[in-house]
């Protein structure tokens, strides 16, 4: 295949009252052993916290009025539907993230394509509703395969939120607009928004700071700094965060040191930190974001 034209044309974030700020809640659904590292073997006769881990982040939405968007896996559907529907229930979007956790960008944009469909296949049938959004796996739309952008719009899809504008080994596109847009691909606009995951500069570059290892390791004050910062200019942050990520007692994988360090650094304390973030703050879907700032239609 051809290298691919992409780039992209912003769409301002709607002006608004901190007060009145919504920020956007997001969880990836994956059980502990979906991960994207090479010669890493899951010792699958561990006992998994799935369910337990799900109970706690819906009562945690429950308790502090929050809306979510739930990225599940295709695997998850199958696995576990009555997770998926009580999902629904409770007035939480469930969009794809993919079928088995594979890096989009070791696809082709047919593998991709088709590994998609069958995630959004799964969850439509159990939800009885139209899956608007997706978010690959481990970040993994970027430069190489933006293209593959233009696969989720011929599905139908409203929305992706997969890329990351920093520079990781694992993923990133560290040039990519901040902003909620319409990405271009082969000069052409798509009919997709791309809600990208936020970011903060420091020391010149942007870095995460309110999803994932970035969560875990900054302080929960840090954070919320970060986050009344961004609502003060009416802009919305996003929350993601793993259901294994809310119990220290959650089957692990075997990793080296670095990795090891990225992936479980400070467990404990999350559950604790997200509660006290989603108390402090409003949090909305990604649809309910666009819908109501960008008049996203259905």
């Avoid at 006992?47 to 009562?59: C, G, K, Q």
């Avoid at 990208?196 to 309110?210: E, Q």
Wanted: net charge neutral; glycine share 6%; charged share 25%.
């Amino acid at each position: 295949m051809t290298k691919q034209e992409a780039t992209y044309s912003g769409a301002s974030q709607v002006s608004s009252r901190n007060q009145s700020v919504k920020n956007m809640l997001t969880f990836d659904i994956e059980e502990w052993f979906h991960a994207n590292y090479d010669d890493v073997k899951p010792d699958l006769s561990q006992p998994s916290h799935f369910r337990s881990n799900m109970d706690t982040l819906l009562r945690l939405c429950r308790e502090t009025g929050c809306k979510a968007t739930f990225f599940v896996l295709g695997y998850i559907g199958e696995h576990f539907p009555d997770v998926v529907k009580a999902i629904a229930r409770e007035g939480h979007d469930v969009a794809s993230h993919g079928y088995a956790h594979e890096l989009a960008y070791k696809q082709t944009i047919q593998e991709f394509k088709a590994d998609v469909k069958k995630s959004v296949d799964i969850l439509e049938d159990i939800t009885g509703t139209k899956v608007l959004g997706y978010r690959a796996p481990s970040w993994s739309i970027v430069e190489s395969n933006l293209h593959y952008l233009e696969a989720l719009e011929e599905l139908g899809l409203k929305y992706d939120a997969s890329i990351f504008p920093v520079k990781t080994f694992l993923y990133g596109i560290p040039t990519a607009p901040t902003e909620i847009h319409k990405p271009r691909v082969n000069g052409r606009e798509l009919n997709l928004y791309e809600v990208p995951m936020s970011v903060m500069k420091l020391t010149g570059k942007n870095m995460g700071y309110s999803g994932g290892f970035y969560f875990r390791f900054f302080p929960k004050f840090f954070i919320k700094q970060v986050i009344r910062s961004a609502n003060r200019q009416g802009k919305s942050s996003i929350v993601y965060l793993h259901p294994r990520e809310v119990n220290v007692n959650e089957a692990k994988l075997i990793l080296p040191r670095k990795e090891h360090f990225i992936h479980y650094y400070n467990i404990g304390g999350t559950e604790a930190k997200l509660e006290d973030i989603l108390r402090s703050f409003n949090f909305t879907s990604i649809s309910e974001h666009l819908k109501h700032n960008f008049k996203l239609e259905i």
